[in-house]
């Protein structure tokens, strides 16, 4: 591939066939072949000035976000570090959190932003992948674009907006028609155990739900489009039924791409921060019952960063940052290389990322 | 037909119906929160909303002119930092990106677009606003920049890939260097598909508020200063929202139908020009 780009002007004069080609020194000072010790190197760059500059400018402008992401890790790791040094790896399972007396237990937050990711990937997936299915498989033509479009709104949607909706939409709806049938019915178990204020695990779960269902549903999308037609064709040939095809060909075909794409929206649930903090309840507290309130780690960080009372409050902020951000990296890393594994090469995925 | 084979065809047409359903159920979550905007924010817009300044909590009146402002200001301030950077990683990955710095900026942006973004916060309050010694504007739009980059930067490198490679051998034959090639002929062929990734990237940060909570603060005044705390509309509804007065959730849904549209204009006209002209009609 390197050879095809490589400036034609150049490459005709250095064969000799190009005599009349004006000679500046300044602008091609490659002009004249000499050794080339790293051949390969050499026509990667171009010989010519400019070419060698835009290659620079475009190289300093890419290694930007390699930068930002280690001085990210970097200042995260630094500013968390009293706090490390203070509490150890028991930070993240113990529960005290006293800004006050200076004990920092981080338990509860990771608790509460593992609990409402999974409830919410409880409610989207089935939705998600419903929508991805829907529309690669069964939805009339015309009706695909429409839907795809709507269902990508949802991803337009600011996270602010979304805890408003929760607030005095979502919550009064909650309380009114959903909460006390459940209460009803299973309130005996400790998963719907205690009074409901409104501002919940389950609230915020639901919120999450929708927020991550646009980014589930478009990969999954492009996932099942990727899986060769020949897939359905054999198991319709073979008699299957038409949802037989689907989930006994087709399905199975693009797992890995559709576990990235859930795991994609667990990685997104992690991190979601307003529309959680305005819905959760933030409460410092572990509670197996949806009803009752909880906390993030982002909840957390929103509320508490820029009111920190001591150096180690911050540094404790600090590391619940780098619990969170070190999570998602991993989180999002798994999901790019399932993804990557069924479209290999293609950017399937990259834009909802 | 068989028992069997009935009930086989049963069950198809039963799934058939229900991921229907579910797909219609994504649509209607869009279509109530959509209505509720228009619902509770549209009669509280008025000229008074768009051109007055916040008034004192609990008196009724007053408007979001400063934080309309302000988020013209910050996003305006993040696109000028983030877009060129973004544009350039992405013309770096389109046109240098198959070697092994290609593969770690491509991950590294697929990473950083999953970040949580108060995680970003962190970024830019620590770079900017401690040594700076107070919250300002200017971190504020960093941080949004941060988060636009990589957005940025994958999109453009989409949009570069789509462009024929007989053009760029064309000119190249042409006699054109590789970098005219790169910026006159590819990088100008898709500018459209650049320019709405651009748009899109610039929505999405135009919505956030999590990374400007301790950078851009907020502020009840008029501000103009990059360097002194900034409002911006997603900070007004997440303070009004969260506030004990009805007068401020009547400002909050207006303040959130105001962001909702700006973004949806943005949103919208980039994603309907970009199906136009690349017709993935999928």
Known sequence: MPDRYRSVTEAAYVSGRMTTLPINPATTPDAVPAPVPEPHWQTLRGRNVGDRLYRATLTALALVLPLLLVTLLAELVVGAWPAIRRFGLPFVWTSVWDPVAGVFGAAPMIFGTLASSLLALLIAVPLALGVAIYLTEFSPKWLRQPIAFLVELLAAIPSVVYGLWGIFVLIPFLRSYVVPPLRAALGWTPLFGGVFYGNSLLAGGIILAIMIVPYIAAVSREVLLAVPASQREAALGMGATRWEAVWTAVVPYGRAGLIGAVILGLGRALGETMAVTMVIGNRHDISLSVLQPAYTMAAAIANEFSEAVSDLHLAAMFEVGLVLFVVTVIVNACARLLIWRVARGTAVGSRAL | ?282
């Open chain 2, 1 to 282: 037909m068989s028992g069997r084979s009935l009930r086989r065809h049963i069950t198809s047409g039963l799934m058939t119906g229900l991921v229907a359903v579910l797909s219609f159920t994504a649509v209607l979550a869009l279509v109530l929160i959509l209505g509720d905007l228009i619902a509770k924010g549209a009669s509280s817009l008025n000229w008074d909303f768009f051109t007055k300044n916040p008034v004192p909590a609990g008196q009724s009146g007053g408007g979001v002119a400063n934080a309309i402002v302000g988020t013209g200001i910050i996003v305006g301030l993040a696109a000028l930092i983030g877009l060129p950077i973004g544009i350039g990683t992405g013309l770096y990955l389109a046109e240098y990106g198959s070697g092994r710095l290609g593969w770690i900026v491509r991950f590294v942006a697929d990473v950083l677009n999953g970040t949580p973004s108060i995680v970003i916060g962190i970024f830019a309050w620590t770079w900017l606003v401690r040594p700076m010694g107070g919250y300002s504007a200017l971190a504020g739009s960093v941080a949004l920049a941060a988060l636009m980059i990589p957005m940025i930067a994958r999109t453009t490198e989409e949009m570069v890939r789509l462009v024929p490679h007989s053009l760029r051998e064309a000119a190249l034959a042409l006699g054109y260097p590789r970098w005219r090639t790169s910026l006159r002929v590819v990088a100008r062929t898709a500018l459209a598909g650049i320019v709405t990734g651009c748009l899109v990237g610039v929505a999405r940060i135009a919505g956030e508020t999590a990374p400007l909570l301790f950078t851009a603060l907020g502020n009840l005044n008029f501000s103009t200063s990059v360097t002194q705390p900034m409002q911006t509309l997603p900070h007004q509804i997440y303070e009004y929202a969260s506030g004990p007065f009805a007068e401020w959730h009547r400002l909050a849904w207006a303040s959130a139908l105001v962001l909702m549209s700006l973004v949806l204009l943005l949103g919208v006209t980039a994603r309907w020009a970009i199906r136009q002209r690349h017709g993935s009609a999928r």
